[in-house]
């Protein structure tokens, strides 16, 4: 069965700290691999997306890896800020064109503290 | 200002009503979904639309209805068949059927009393 699995459930840090959030996945075939940003009550906004041959791309202080063959996928955080608490979520796309297949994990949801 | 908006940001229906969620865009994107967001689960595809006039079911339909008579547009609407309505609804679109990329709506939040 196709699915994401995303660790820990949540997270607090403290502003101006590093962290790293995780997600792992079972789908396959695999075409990507997306990181959205979900402020409370919006709608989710993509940060990085990454394809089978790609290992890390970054948007700011925003860093995410991919390791396609053991299927597990980070996103670094650096430098925290109160911005940044929100909920993180890994999305993975079975085939380009996917449309209604994509696979959405529960998220993490990160705590930002001053 | 391009980009995709839903109205209203949250609505409260009794019990045996149906109610109609919006969902527009001006950026020009053929495709349109609709997915619901419970807490502690991921999003769950409703309905999608790959063009005007045609719309396919997701894996939760069961008690939802949408049209797609215009390309701007693609309301949901909630039927008093849904069992379990209560929950943050997610509208978003992607330039064509083939692009993975999606731009969210703001949601809405619907609560049944």
């Known amino acids: 069965k196709n699915q994401v699995e995303q660790s820990p459930q949540s997270l607090i840090i403290l502003e101006g700290k590093n962290c790293t959030l995780q997600?792992?996945?079972?789908?396959?075939?695999?075409?990507?691999l997306r990181w959205y940003k979900q402020d409370t009550g919006r709608g989710p906004v993509s940060l990085t997306i990454?394809?089978?041959?790609?290992n890390t791309k970054s948007n700011g202080r925003y860093t995410a890896t991919l390791d396609a063959d053991t299927k597990q996928s980070s996103l670094h955080i650096t430098a925290s800020q109160l911005s940044d608490s929100a909920s993180y979520i890994c999305?993975?796309?079975?085939?380009?064109?996917?449309?209604?297949?994509?696979?959405f994990g529960k998220g993490t949801k990160l705590s930002v503290k001053p | 200002d391009g980009g995709i908006t839903q109205s209203p940001k949250y609505l409260f229906r009794k019990e045996g009503q149906n109610v109609t969620l919006s969902c527009e865009q001006n950026?020009?994107?053929?495709?349109m979904y609709w997915y619901r967001q419970d807490p502690g689960q991921g999003l769950r595809l409703i309905y999608y639309?790959?063009?005007?006039?045609?719309?396919q079911k997701g894996d939760i339909a069961e008690g939802y209805s949408v049209s797609r008579e215009k390309k701007e547009s693609f309301p949901l609407t909630v039927t008093s068949a849904q069992k379990n309505p209560t929950a943050f609804y997610l509208c978003?679109?992607?330039?064509?059927?083939?692009?993975?990329?999606?731009?969210f709506g703001p949601g809405t939040r619907l609560t049944v009393l």
């Open positions: 950026l020009n994107h053929d495709a």
């Open positions: 997600c792992n996945y079972t789908v396959s075939p695999f075409s990507n």
């Open positions: 990454m394809t089978f041959s790609e």
């Open positions: 639309s790959q063009i005007v006039n045609d719309f």
């Open positions: 978003a679109s992607s330039i064509d059927p083939w692009e993975d990329t999606q731009y």
């Open positions: 999305v993975v796309s079975p085939r380009r064109g996917s449309q209604g297949n994509l696979i």
